[in-house]
């Protein structure tokens, strides 16, 4: 069963130096809030999972908490480069990133895989590319029924899912709805699950075939209203894509950079409400 | 009516869409074609965005490839597993609708790394969706900028697959979709040769030189014996063109500096 925890004491617990940690969202639902609580608790040599890292890898990879990531597309959508990826992979700066990428497909089968407790998913795919000269990873099978060469790539099994959701109930059944992305598929492979959301409620009332995940397939369940600011929660807040566009100008100098951090993430002393404190974009300079 | 080069980049690209065509589509520039040809000629299309949605209809352009809009205005929004699973690599979808950093002459495309992929000079976005597009649509468009930093001799490292080393390549390595039909940039439209698989500038924009497009194509560039000269964008296709741009830069803003 889910425990209703603070994200603090979550992380504290559930998140260890040297995990593999999925912290996942397509757009939708970013977990920005918990990826501020491991960067403020200091993690490090986390190896990063993740489809599209954004802004919130940006901030991880930035502040040194990660030495390894996994991805298939980098990059502030919209608006261009991730500035901290970038510098790390580019300048080994704040520290050498090691790089393993995939295909936005190829990551949905490794995560696929893990769920189903197979080990590697397959699929038609990167015949041709250059993705398996610098990926050893991605592997060939022949079909036994049809003689086929098909792709091969090992399944993710992180030690740690993060996702974010719109509700739970008190007992920890969680419901996302919209852009689910593979937040369920990470969340089923992973070893343990972090999930904040937008409320706790009494009764989560799902429609039949929801995404819900079940109490007892996460660990921790932490309230964190405004949680994937600026990422958006569907029926709570839009995409804030002020803010991504703002993004690209503080995230171009380490300095700028290291100070943004400080005053609005290490300062704290546990979730800021990002939305609420940003969402008056005057206030951020 | 007076028209920029990318403004018949665009609006070239969307003329390719065929109305009633499922289209996955790529954010930035294909997007904004798709969504032009939506709202002009071809009001079925059925647009299929990467994060899920199926027949997302936008009023504005989404920055992001998963902006809530997508989602409220589709037929349906599944999960990325199943997009790329059931929907793509199953065989369901007609145009695949990709941009690039870098394109060779077979129309191969790069978005990867520019220099070393170890000690890469500029680290790009990586690969998104678009190998299995380029693999498994229909057939693919490609719309882009034409100078000599994307048209090149060679790519620094092959992304997505076109027509390979061009030939009956595809067809050898066992990839389904049709591959690139057509790459239209700034200066006109390349489509590759019927056998050789090599692009070949079919058409160029009014005004455009035919040494500026040589200039700006960084491999000997062939021309078809019928180049013919685009039509220029329509009023209509001008205005909704603008319009759309307008209601996008509204809703998104501009970063206060």
């Keep these: ?285 | 009516m007076h028209y920029s080069a990318d403004e018949i980049m665009t609006v070239s690209a969307a003329r390719m869409l065929r109305n009633g065509a499922v289209c996955f589509v790529g954010i930035g520039l294909p997007s904004k074609a798709a969504n032009l040809a939506r709202l002009t000629h071809a009001p079925e299309l059925v647009l299929i965005y990467e994060s899920g949605p199926i027949g997302a209809k936008p009023s504005v352009l989404p920055l992001s490839i998963g902006d809530g809009e997508l989602c409220t205005t589709a037929d349906t929004t599944v999960s990325t597993a199943e997009i790329f699973t059931f929907w793509l690599q199953g065989g369901k979808i007609d145009v695949g609708f990709l941009g690039a950093a870098q394109i060779d002459r077979f129309a191969n495309i790069n978005t990867t790394v520019i220099g070393d992929y170890d000690r890469p000079t500029v680290r790009l976005p990586g690969a998104g969706g678009a190998p299995e597009i380029a693999g498994s649509a229909g057939e693919v468009f490609i719309v882009l900028r034409q100078t000599q930093k994307t048209f090149v001799e060679r790519l620094d490292f092959v992304t997505s697959v076109g027509h390979g080393e061009g030939g009956d390549y595809r067809k050898r390595i066992g990839l389904l979709g049709g591959g690139p039909a057509a790459v239209i940039t700034d200066l006109g439209i390349l489509r590759p040769h019927p056998t050789s698989k090599e692009l070949t500038l079919t058409n160029i924009h009014p005004g455009v030189a035919i040494d500026q497009v040589r200039a700006m194509t960084g491999w000997s560039l062939s021309f078809s014996s019928s180049l013919e000269i685009t039509p220029a964008p329509t009023t209509e296709e001008l205005a909704v063109l603008r319009d759309l741009e307008q209601r996008t830069a509204t809703a998104h803003g501009a970063a206060p500096v």
């Excluded at chain 1, 500035?83 to 295909?103: F, G, K």
């Excluded at chain 1, 706790?200 to 995940?213: G, H, S, W």
Aim: proline share 6%; glycine share 8%.
């Design chain 1, 1 to 285: 069963m889910a425990r209703i925890l603070p994200l603090a004491d979550a992380v504290s617990e559930l998140v260890q130096d040297g995990d593999q940690v999925a912290c996942e969202g397509f757009t939708h639902l970013i977990p920005f809030a918990a990826g501020h609580e491991i960067i403020r608790q200091e993690r490090k040599n986390l190896t990063l999972v993740r489809m599209t890292p954004d802004l919130i890898y940006d901030q991880m990879i930035g502040m040194g908490v990660a030495n390894k990531l996994l991805f298939s597309w980098g990059g502030n959508p919209g608006v261009g480069s991730l500035h901290r990826l970038r510098d790390a992979i580019e300048r080994q700066w704040p520290t050498n990133l090691a790089v393993e990428e995939l295909s936005h497909a190829g990551m949905v089968q490794a995560y696929m895989a893990g769920a189903a407790g197979l080990p590697f998913g397959t699929m038609r795919g990167f015949t041709g590319t250059d993705l398996p000269k610098v990926n050893a990873r991605i592997k060939s099978i022949t079909c036994p029924f049809t003689g086929e060469n098909l792709a091969a790539i090992p399944a993710i099994r992180p030690d740690v899912a993060v996702i974010h959701a719109q509700k739970a109930d008190r007992t920890g059944n969680v419901l996302i709805w919209g852009i689910i992305g593979v937040q369920k598929e990470a969340a089923l492979a992973s070893k343990r699950v972090i999930v904040t959301v937008e409320e706790i409620v009494d009764r989560l009332e799902p429609p039949p075939n929801a995404c819900v995940l079940p109490s007892w397939v996460v660990s921790a369940v932490c309230l964190a209203p405004g949680g994937a600011y600026p990422s958006y929660a569907q029926g709570y807040y839009d995409r804030d894509n002020r803010f991504y566009q703002l993004w690209d100008k503080i995230s171009r100098s380490r300095e700028q950079f290291l100070h943004w951090m400080k005053v609005n993430v290490l300062a704290a002393s546990g979730p800021v409400n990002f939305r609420e404190k940003f969402s008056n974009m005057e206030r951020v300079a």
